[in-house]
């Protein structure tokens, strides 16, 4: 997979890695697949973009950056019920302005398929016939559009784009249902949040003086319904603590008191603001640097954020060897008990993921 993306830059893109795909290890592999998979999704639009960046000092980069940023984003929405807030709920109400919300679901639907596509593909063909299937499910329209405004997003151009937005051609549809199911007046400055739910509307969440917005509470236990996913299974936060709950089990199977799982979390905090005040290895320092001085300030979170992650679970391996801990499935196991834990980094993009992964499994997220 990796030569075939490699000869694929050199067909289109004048050589090199020009996605730069392998800054973080010399294969294409995680969410490699998405980014590369999502270029070849653009097709000639992407060709249209570079051409338009004739001139640039690095107009690699830029479309390198350009692609993802995209993914970043998108990847939101394989929630599958996702939550977007601050520049990504501006550029979701943008999209449903323009695209309206039948097209918009129907492209996070598509989305949510070339990511189940891209984890099985094998081969530069199989992830190239993924994104062949989302880029005639996106249409060129469209791709144009997305293309647009994440290049806004890049520029600082969203409020401009956003004074622009009533003119759009979804926009009357979408501020019809925004008006419907809340009485709010549709605009970026306002959102705090959007929300998609798995019947295909959408819940835009607007801010208002001292209050923000909140996700749907369940009275059960004080419960929070964090995310609702597709399958039917869910992320609560209950007492303080986010568990996954499976489609057959209730808030009434949530483990409570949970000592070893408040231990771990503790752990988990503190081995996080250790690892700030050590910093990454001298390999991982080095990566995170060329990523810096390369102008890829994502990149270099991404790597901190995996270095972080790497030396908090070998903390809690040692400082937990009661618990019996594995590479599949969920991370640790108390025999005592049989209460299940994941540890994982709270971005949203990641706790999404991993509720979407095991979605059968009860378990409690770790996070950091």
């Given at each position: 997979?990796?030569?075939?993306?490699?000869?694929?830059?050199?067909?289109t893109?004048?050589?090199?890695?020009?996605?730069?795909?392998?800054?973080?290890?010399?294969t294409?592999?995680?969410?490699?697949?998405?980014?590369?998979?999502?270029a070849?999704?653009?097709?000639?639009v992407?060709?249209?973009?570079?051409?338009?960046?004739?001139?640039?000092?690095?107009?690699s980069?830029v479309?390198?950056?350009?692609?993802w940023?995209?993914?970043?984003?998108?990847?939101?929405?394989?929630?599958?019920?996702?939550?977007?807030?601050?520049?990504?709920?501006?550029?979701?109400?943008?999209?449903?302005?323009?695209?309206?919300?039948?097209?918009?679901?129907?492209?996070?639907q598509?989305?949510?398929?070339l990511?189940?596509d891209?984890?099985?593909?094998v081969?530069f063909?199989?992830?190239?016939?993924?994104?062949?299937?989302?880029g005639?499910?996106?249409?060129e329209?469209?791709?144009?559009?997305?293309?647009?405004?994440?290049?806004?997003?890049?520029?600082?151009?969203?409020?401009?784009?956003?004074q622009?937005?009533?003119?759009?051609?979804?926009?009357t549809?979408?501020?019809?249902?925004a008006?419907?199911q809340?009485?709010?007046?549709?605009?970026?400055?306002?959102?705090?949040a959007?929300?998609?739910?798995?019947?295909?509307?959408?819940?835009v969440?607007?801010?208002?003086?001292?209050?923000?917005?909140?996700?749907?509470?369940?009275?059960?236990?004080?419960?929070?319904?964090?995310?609702?996913h597709?399958?039917?299974?869910?992320?609560?936060?209950?007492?303080?603590?986010?568990?996954h709950?499976?489609?057959?089990?209730?808030?009434?199977?949530?483990?409570?008191?949970?000592?070893?799982?408040?231990?771990?979390?503790?752990?988990?905090?503190?081995?996080a603001q250790?690892?700030?005040?050590?910093?990454?290895?001298?390999?991982?320092?080095?990566?995170?640097?060329?990523?810096?001085?390369?102008?890829?300030?994502?990149l270099?979170?991404?790597?901190?954020?995996?270095?972080?992650?790497?030396?908090?679970?070998?903390?809690?391996?040692?400082?937990?060897?009661?618990?019996?801990?594995?590479?599949?499935?969920?991370?640790?196991?108390?025999p005592?008990?049989?209460?299940?834990?994941?540890?994982?980094?709270?971005?949203?993009?990641?706790?999404?993921?991993h509720?979407?992964?095991?979605?059968?499994?009860?378990?409690?997220?770790?996070t950091?």
């Amino acid at each position: 997979m990796t030569r075939e993306y490699l000869r694929w830059c050199e067909r289109t893109q004048g050589g090199g890695d020009c996605l730069h795909l392998l800054m973080d290890g010399p294969t294409v592999r995680g969410e490699d697949r998405y980014a590369l998979a999502l270029a070849l999704s653009l097709g000639a639009v992407l060709d249209e973009t570079k051409h338009a960046l004739r001139g640039m000092v690095e107009p690699s980069a830029v479309l390198s950056m350009l692609v993802w940023t995209a993914t970043v984003y998108l990847l939101l929405w394989a929630l599958p019920e996702p939550m977007s807030k601050g520049v990504a709920a501006a550029l979701t109400v943008t999209l449903l302005a323009w695209l309206g919300v039948d097209t918009l679901w129907s492209l996070m639907q598509g989305w949510v398929r070339l990511v189940e596509d891209a984890n099985r593909a094998v081969s530069f063909e199989q992830l190239s016939t993924a994104g062949e299937h989302f880029g005639r499910v996106m249409g060129e329209n469209t791709a144009r559009v997305l293309v647009m405004l994440v290049t806004a997003v890049l520029g600082g151009a969203v409020k401009p784009l956003a004074q622009k937005m009533p003119k759009l051609p979804g926009y009357t549809q979408a501020a019809v249902q925004a008006e419907a199911q809340g009485g709010i007046r549709l605009a970026v400055a306002e959102v705090e949040a959007v929300a998609a739910s798995s019947e295909g509307t959408f819940a835009v969440m607007m801010k208002s003086p001292g209050s923000q917005a909140s996700a749907a509470t369940t009275e059960a236990r004080a419960a929070t319904t964090v995310i609702r996913h597709q399958g039917g299974n869910r992320q609560v936060v209950i007492e303080g603590q986010r568990w996954h709950v499976p489609a057959n089990k209730s808030l009434k199977d949530v483990p409570t008191p949970d000592l070893v799982g408040d231990e771990l979390q503790a752990a988990a905090v503190r081995a996080a603001q250790r690892w700030t005040s050590r910093g990454p290895d001298a390999d991982e320092l080095a990566a995170i640097e060329r990523a810096l001085a390369q102008g890829k300030q994502w990149l270099a979170r991404l790597l901190e954020r995996q270095s972080r992650g790497r030396f908090v679970e070998r903390e809690l391996r040692r400082q937990f060897p009661q618990l019996q801990w594995s590479r599949t499935g969920v991370d640790a196991v108390d025999p005592s008990t049989g209460y299940r834990y994941e540890v994982l980094s709270g971005t949203d993009s990641n706790l999404a993921l991993h509720g979407q992964r095991m979605m059968g499994t009860l378990f409690r997220m770790i996070t950091f």
